[in-house]
Structure formats: structure tokens, C-alpha cells
């Protein structure tokens, strides 16, 4: 299974950003997709989930909006598209499957995990 995330870099506040992650080695749509982030000397935290049809979506609380969890099953691939960044949004951010049902938070839940990409907001 690889998950292959991609569109970090550098952006100042208030600007976008639209994550990709592009799973293989599974079967896509038997997954519940999720995002996380980590920022340096923090614990890696949830920012976002989807279900497997991609009805149901579940956020963070720090995400107020902000952000938007997409999934397209035919491309094997979720989004995160990013708005009104903030310095503080500044981390490693990681795409994660979980084979079941339910939108989960939590790390443990997950089964799979990408490398990350990095998104650093300046002010």
C-alpha cells in the first residue's frame, strides 16, 4: 500500500493550498480517508476525515471552516483544500486510510499512512 501525498510548500497567511493523496495497493473506496498533521515538537493531530463514499465528513475544531476534505474514488485520491491559512496551520501533513466504516480522529485508528508533505505559513 503506498499513499503518496503532494501539494505543500510555502504560502503567506491568509493564502490556499489544496492537498493531494493519491493511494495505491488498496482498494480505495473501502477506506475511510483521513488528514493529519504534525507540527514541529507537537503530537500529531487529526484535521480531517471522510467517509468511503464521501458522504460524511468530520473536522477539527481549529479547522472553523477553513479547510475542505474531498475524495474522488475513480482517482484513488483525497483533498484537502486549504483556506485562510495561518501561521499556526504550519506542519507536516499526512494522509492516512482506515479500513472501515465510521469517520475516525484518532491516529490509532488508521492502517496506513503516507510520508507527508510539508505546508509552512508565513506571516
Known amino acids: 500500500v503506498q499513499l503518496q501525498a503532494c501539494g505543500g510548500g510555502l504560502v503567506q497567511a491568509g493564502g490556499s493550498l489544496r492537498l493531494s493523496c493519491a493511494a495505491s495497493?488498496?482498494?480505495?473506496?473501502?477506506?475511510?480517508m483521513g488528514w493529519f498533521r504534525q507540527a514541529p515538537g507537537k503530537e500529531r493531530e487529526f484535521v480531517a476525515a471522510?467517509?468511503?463514499?464521501?458522504?460524511?465528513?468530520g473536522y477539527a475544531e481549529f479547522v472553523n471552516g477553513r479547510f475542505t476534505i474531498s475524495r474522488d474514488n475513480a482517482r484513488n485520491t483525497v483533498f484537502l483544500q486549504m483556506s485562510s491559512l495561518k501561521p499556526e496551520d504550519t506542519a507536516v501533513y499526512y494522509c492516512?486510510?482506515?479500513?472501515?466504516?465510521?469517520?475516525?480522529?484518532?491516529?490509532?485508528?488508521?492502517?496506513?499512512w503516507g510520508q507527508g508533505t510539508l505546508v509552512t505559513v508565513s506571516s
Open positions: 492516512a486510510a482506515h479500513w472501515g466504516v465510521s469517520v475516525q480522529i484518532t491516529t490509532t485508528a488508521y492502517n496506513f
Open positions: 495497493g488498496l482498494t480505495f473506496s473501502n477506506y475511510v
Open positions: 471522510i467517509s468511503r463514499s464521501g458522504a460524511t465528513t
